[in-house]
């Protein structure tokens, strides 16, 4: 319930999407899925998944920012 949540309050605040580092088979039920442009740093691509709330995903390069420790890119 609380990753339903945080999805809902991301879309309310007009997110456009997310992304998530951890078990396919969990975060899988949430829409979310690996994408090969979409990487992090020394983790397996399976595990750094994302979603998009309008069904697809960019197809531009984005920086993915957040904490410090977190530098991600999602390549086109």
Do not use: W
């Not at 309050?9 to 580092?21: I, N, T, Y």
């Not at 697809?56 to 530098?71: A, F, M, N, V, W």
């Amino acid at each position: 319930m609380l990753m339903k949540a945080a999805l809902a309050e991301l879309k309310r605040l007009d997110g456009l999407g997310s992304v998530v580092l951890g078990n396919p088979a969990y975060y899988g039920h949430f829409g979310f899925e690996a994408h090969s442009g979409l990487v992090l740093a020394g983790v397996s691509l399976k595990y750094f998944q994302a979603v998009s709330f309008s069904g697809e995903l960019p197809k531009e390069t984005y920086s993915i920012t957040g904490h410090s420790t977190l530098q991600c890119n999602f390549l086109a």
